[in-house]
């Protein structure tokens, strides 16, 4: 039996980092001392103590990226488990979630009221207030800081002022904005706010849930005392010392986000010359700095990640959270966009180390892929 040898490209460039971004340097290394610690955060011996010290480092950490308290910090398995707890923590109220929500939102509140999209890819505050009005019963309202497949900002602040005028909750999923803008909760005026280390630059499986203080939550999982009763289970201290550094590295690093913001401008103008009739989604809205979702026409979405990743560029078709499937998104169903161009859409996503080199590695390959299908076409 011979055994087959696949060919590594000569280059790779990685432009997913909204699936996930490469774990930062001092992530890594917190990681690896609290390795070292052979305590339990809820023992009372001095071992216990180290590694309590350690998680309480890294909630205020954690805290400062979006301007909260350290108690109100509550860890968990990552942002999934975060987005649960917050939208079952209120049984007793009904939910609204905006149309383009994060499938860990859409999958946990299946009967939930969804608030129309604008074809920009914002959230319609207009829809949700006649929600609101419409029916006066306790009300959560979850909406998302950006967009995770166009990068659209959501007019977050408006909406909860919007909610609470109808005495709703309000949540947000920060996990795509958080270290990529700067964040305040009580600015943004937000009762439950949802992070996740990994997006940032610290580990996998590892996240939390912000609760405003003086709320109480219904908690997931019922056990031990751990997290003030929040979320029980033995805390995850490797992790969470991971998310503490990459937290302190992600404010110190928010002014590098606009030379990310210019690399994307570059990479959509190059990318449109090549093909004037892609359609850039959401380019009408005010994105994050390093997102574009983009459709080359004719060629589904699937088709354009293998082919741009056996070049060696890195990218995906949607949300990268499905187990590998590529399926039409529903993000861009909710904006209107037409079925063959959702068919046609990629997401390009830049990190803080993103490099020019990188972006004409992306616009090389976009543009011999588009050459090859005009010339298939023919």
């Known amino acids: 039996m011979t055994s087959k040898v696949v060919s590594v490209p000569a280059r790779l460039s990685y432009l997913d980092w909204n699936a996930t971004a490469p774990v930062r340097p001092e992530a890594a290394a917190a990681v690896a001392r609290a390795l070292t610690l052979g305590g339990n955060p809820s023992s009372v011996h001095r071992a216990g ?201 992600a404010v110190a690093g928010l002014a590098a986000w606009p030379n990310v913001a210019a690399l994307r401008e570059q990479a959509e103008s190059r990318l449109l010359a090549i093909t004037p009739d892609a359609v850039i989604h959401a380019a009408a809205a005010t994105r994050l700095p390093n997102t574009i979702c983009i459709s080359m026409p004719g060629v589904p979405a699937a088709t354009q990640v293998m082919a741009l990743d056996l070049a060696g560029v890195m990218v995906s078709a949607g949300a990268a959270c499905s187990s590998g499937k590529v399926r039409r998104s529903h993000v861009l169903d909710a904006m209107g966009v037409r079925e063959r161009e959702a068919e046609c859409a990629i997401r390009v996503s830049l990190g803080w180390n993103t490099t020019a080199t990188e972006i004409d590695h992306l616009v090389e390959a976009w543009g011999a892929l588009y050459a090859r299908t005009r010339a298939s076409a023919a």
Not at 139 to 165: C, I, K, W, Y
């Open 49 to 249: 103590r180290a590694a309590r010290r350690l998680v309480e480092a890294a909630r205020a950490e954690v805290a400062a990226l979006v301007g909260a308290q350290a108690e109100d910090v509550v860890f968990t398995s990552g942002g999934t488990e975060a987005n649960t707890l917050a939208l079952q923590a209120f049984p007793d109220r009904r939910l609204l979630i905006s149309a383009i929500e994060h499938d860990s939102v859409m999958a946990n509140a299946p009967q939930a009221v969804r608030i129309p999209a604008t074809r920009d890819g914002r959230a319609d505050l207009a829809a949700l207030e006649r929600l609101l009005v419409a029916d006066r019963r306790p009300a959560l309202v979850s909406l998302m800081f950006a967009n995770n497949e166009t990068g659209a900002v959501q007019p977050v602040a408006d909406g909860a002022r919007l909610a609470h005028a109808h005495g709703a909750l309000f949540h947000c999923d920060a996990i795509q904005g958080a270290g990529r803008q700067p964040i305040d909760i009580r600015r943004l005026g937000c009762d439950l706010l949802t992070l996740s280390a990994h997006k940032l630059g610290g580990p996998m499986g590892v996240g939390a849930l912000i609760v405003a203080s003086g709320l109480d939550i219904v908690p997931l999982i019922h056990g031990g005392g751990q997290e003030r009763g929040r979320r029980a289970g033995t805390e995850n201290l490797p992790g969470i010392a991971g998310f503490g550094a990459a937290a302190l590295a």
